[in-house]
Each structure stands twice: as structure tokens, then as C-alpha cells.
């Protein structure tokens, strides 16, 4: 993608025209360009041994966040729960995103989950995001940049440090007691994780045009580290 930005700038500065009809020329050429390539992980089957580890910019000592990611997953609804997102400490599921039994979105900070009926995840690429305040217990999902109702959910909690964040397995300890019927299958990208709740405008742009990809200052997607373990395919998808 930059080699192609590069490639079109060249062009731009050899054509020989006026000035203003060489910078009317470029920017429609960056224009058509298109976006950032971001990478995307592909779980093509349901096992209890196939997932990432995602390695965090800074420790998650949350008080506040966003969290987003993309998806599509062609698993129906009522045939089980899927794990979106996991990062749990030695005894806690600190922050699990869940797809539920019955298609509602379930977020889980410690303790009893909160749930929000919204449309169906399905087989074409969702944008979804999950915002949480601690002070308030605001909690907010966000489909394809349409927000849900807000709920009050675990009001001055914390998201405590010094756990594991896992994509395709809900892990029932540190790193490990995985549960095929709950992995995850489908693709997934963008994960990106905020330590404050994102104005609605901005991720309503974000789902809107995946051109301006924004990344997460406690999970920043473009360069968090990840460890595949099992069949994961990365792949890059040009946003
Ligand atoms: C998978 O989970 C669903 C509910 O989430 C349950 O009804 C079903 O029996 C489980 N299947 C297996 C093989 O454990």
C-alpha cells in the first residue's frame, strides 16, 4: 500500500502539465488508492488448540475503554457461544467479549456479564465496538456505528494488569482449559483497544470508512505483536 502511494507520487511529479492540473490529477489518484492494509485472522475450523496471543502497547490498567474490532463468522445463531475477545488474569476473566447463545453481544468484567440485544453478527464483516466507563458504568455497543442503549454495568470497577489477551479461545485459566464449542470461527480484524470511551462521531467514522483506520493506544493493531498457535492464518486485508 505505501509501495503504491510511492509509485503514484512518482507519476504525479513526471507528468508534465500546469500546476494545478498535475495536483488535481495526484489527488484523485490518492483517492482511488484506497486505504491502510491492516491484518486479519482467519480461524477456518472449530477446535479446542487454534488461537493468537495479542501483545498489548502498555499494561490493561482500565478505567475507561473502547474497544472495536471487525468480524464475520458464518457460525448461527442458537448453535452455541462464540468468544470475540478475551484477556484474562490468573482467576479472571478481567474483559470477555462473547457472542451469546441467543445472538446477544455479552461483555464480562470479572463476575456476571451485561448483555445487548442487537442485530445479528453474521457472514458479511461487522464493525463492532464496546465502550465502558468506570466511573458512570456507561456501557455502549456500537454495530457498523449504530449505538445500542446505554447500560449501567460494574460502576468504579477496574480492568486489572498482568493478564493474557487471547483471539478464537476463551481460556478457562491463564492460558489454557480451552473449550471448542466456544472457540471462535470466522475472520477477525482491527482489534484495536482504547483506555477512554471514544466520541460516538469518531466511531461512526470508523465504520463508516474503513479508510481512516484508527488504532488503539493500549492495543494498536498496526503493530501489536502477535503469536499464532495452531491454524491461524494471517492474512492482510486492504481496508
Ligand atoms: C455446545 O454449546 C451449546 C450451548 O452453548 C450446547 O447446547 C451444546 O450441547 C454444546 N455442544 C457440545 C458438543 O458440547
Known amino acids: 500500500m505505501y509501495q503504491s502511494l510511492i509509485n503514484i507520487n512518482s507519476v504525479c511529479i513526471s507528468v508534465k502539465m ?3 492540473a498535475v495536483l488535481l ?3 484523485a489518484s490518492l483517492t482511488l488508492a484506497g486505504g491502510v492494509s491492516v491484518r486479519s485472522l482467519l480461524f477456518s475450523s472449530e477446535s ?3 488461537f493468537v496471543t495479542v501483545q498489548p502497547q502498555k499494561p490493561l490498567d482500565l478505567s ?3 474497544l472495536c474490532l471487525r468480524l464475520a463468522t458464518e457460525l448461527k445463531m442458537e448453535q452455541r457461544e462464540i468468544i470475540l475477545f478475551a484477556y484474562r488474569t490468573k482467576y479472571y476473566d478481567e474483559l470477555n467479549l462473547w457472542r451469546e447463545l441467543d ?3 455479552g461483555l464480562y468484567l470479572s463476575g456476571d456479564g451485561v448483555f445487548f440485544q442487537m442485530p445479528p453478527l453474521g457472514s458479511l464483516q461487522t464493525h463492532l465496538c464496546i465502550t465502558w466507563d468506570s466511573l458512570t458504568g456507561a456501557t455502549s455497543v456500537f454495530m457498523d456505528g449504530k449505538k445500542s442503549l446505554t447500560k449501567i454495568y460494574q460502576k468504579r470497577h477496574n480492568v486489572r494488569s498482568g ?3 487471547i483471539i478464537g479461545q ?3 485459566e491463564y492460558l489454557g482449559g480451552f473449550d471448542a464449542n466456544q472457540s471462535f470461527v470466522g475472520e477477525i480484524s482491527d482489534i484495536n483497544l482504547w483506555s477512554n470511551v471514544l466520541p460516538d462521531t469518531v466511531i461512526k467514522a470508523m465504520a463508516d470508512n474503513g479508510n481512516t483506520v484508527q488504532t488503539g493506544d493500549v492495543i494498536d493493531w498496526s503493530v501489536a505483536n ?3 498457535t495452531g491454524q491461524v492464518n494471517v492474512v492482510n486485508r486492504d481496508m
Open 103 to 105: 445472538g446477544r453481544i
Open 18 to 20: 500546469r500546476l494545478s
Open 163 to 165: 493478564g493474557q489477551i
Open 48 to 50: 479446542a488448540s487454534n
Open 25 to 27: 490529477f495526484c489527488a
Open 226 to 228: 502477535l503469536e499464532v
Open 64 to 66: 475507561a475503554f473502547t
Open 170 to 172: 476463551d481460556p478457562d
